[in-house]
Structures are given as C-alpha cells and as structure tokens.
C-alpha cells in the first residue's frame, strides 16, 4: 500500500516540476491512500496559492474539484485522522530528533504506518528522509 503526503498529490492537480512523473506513478499505482489531512492541507495549499498569485480561483476551483472527483471514484482513498495518530505522531518526532520534521508531516507517516502502508511517496525532502528512516520504500517527487 502506497501512502500519498499532500506535497506529492497536488502535482496531479496543479503543473509543476514533476506533475508528468508523479501523473505516471498515479496511474500505475492507484488506488492511492491519504488522510483526511490531506483535504485540509490541500485546500490551504491551493487558496495559499491563489492569494500569491502563483494560480488563478478559476484553477483552485477546478484543482480542488478534480481532488474530489479522485475521491468519488475510489482511486484515492482517505483514512480517518484518530487520537492515537497525535501520539504517534509525538513518539516519530523524538524518535527523529535529527530530522527537522514538521507537525502535519509527522501526522501524516503516523497514519501511514498504523495503516499498514509499505511505501511513501512526498515532495517535501525532510519527511522523506524521516519516511526512510522509518522504513518506508520511497517515491520522492521534486518541488
């Protein structure tokens, strides 16, 4: 089972460096898992971007309806955020002290790991390096 961070599945939504490799690794590899975090993350992410100007309403719209739509037909399957993910969560940043990781990217290898994923795939360089050291197969998508 593949588990999807945020930084990675926006590539599918929006074009940037690596959208084509990560569109190729979606296809191949679907259904695809994420958690409910990702809705909330995605959503920031996008409106973050319209406000900068780096995208348009028209296009955080239509992004985040594509994100839906992903949704509806099953191939990205989002599993439910638990109390006992904010632990786990806690337990993989002591365990890592040396990885500047952040909260959500903590909450996000904790469901991972409690759903029994095998493999991770992210753009963000310091949760794949903590994703590796949990061990995690790796896909890494650049920024």
């Known amino acids: 089972m593949i588990y999807l961070d945020t930084s ?3 590539k599918r939504y929006i074009m940037e ?3 084509d490799a990560f569109e ?3 296809a191949e590899q679907a259904p695809l898992h994420s958690s409910r975090l990702t809705l909330v993350e995605a959503r920031s992410a996008l409106a973050r971007r319209r406000r900068t100007g780096q995208i348009t309403r028209k296009l ?3 992004a985040f309806e594509e994100l839906r739509t992903d949704l509806q ?3 990205l399957v989002l599993h439910a955020l638990a109390d006992s993910h904010a632990t786990h969560a806690l337990h993989l940043l002591e365990k890592l002290p040396k990885v500047p990781l952040r ?3 903590a909450l996000h290898l904790s469901v991972a790991q409690e759903i029994g994923a095998t493999k991770f795939a992210t753009s ?3 949760q794949g390096e903590a994703a590796r050291l949990i061990g995690f197969e ?3 998508f650049e920024k």
């Open 8 to 10: 990675a599945l926006l």
């Open 17 to 19: 460096t690596g959208s």
């Open 124 to 126: 963000d360089r310091n």
């Open 103 to 105: 909260a959500l990217d």
């Open 60 to 62: 955080e719209s239509s």
């Open 73 to 75: 037909d099953g191939v």
């Open 138 to 140: 790796l896909f890494f």
């Open 24 to 26: 190729d690794f979606f």
